[in-house]
């Protein structure tokens, strides 16, 4: 069984920075795309970035030029840097794992909050 273990959410200043980190419990050669996602209450959770395993990124145009996601291969693990954080980017924050047998993980979500 996948589990996805996330952290680095929590509360911060506008224009201030976090580093998420998802750690996936799983043979490392079976994943292709890791990604993060978010989701306010009453509206769909909406893609934030993508990475494959070879490091094509996708970035939602909100986030373009401020995040910045990574992975490491052998350590199973996704980052996601955010720079220059906006109180719109207050959401719940979630891991997302694709296989290559075509199976989605989810993490159980890490908070972030940014101040005005």
């Known amino acids: 069984q996948v589990q996805l273990v996330e952290s680095g959410g929590g509360l911060v200043q506008a224009g201030g920075s976090l580093r998420l980190s998802c750690a996936a419990s799983v043979s490392g050669s079976s994943i292709d795309v890791m990604g993060w996602y978010r989701q306010v209450p009453g509206k769909q959770r909406e893609l934030v970035a993508t990475?494959?395993?070879?490091?094509?990124?996708n970035y939602a145009d909100s986030v373009k030029g401020r995040f910045s996601i990574s992975r490491d291969n052998a350590k199973n693990t996704v980052y996601l840097q955010m720079n220059s954080l906006k109180p719109e980017d207050t959401a719940v924050y979630y891991c997302n794992v694709v296989t290559y047998s075509l199976r989605t993980y989810w993490g159980q979500g890490t908070q972030v909050t940014v101040s005005s």
């Open positions: 990475i494959t395993r070879s490091g094509s990124t």
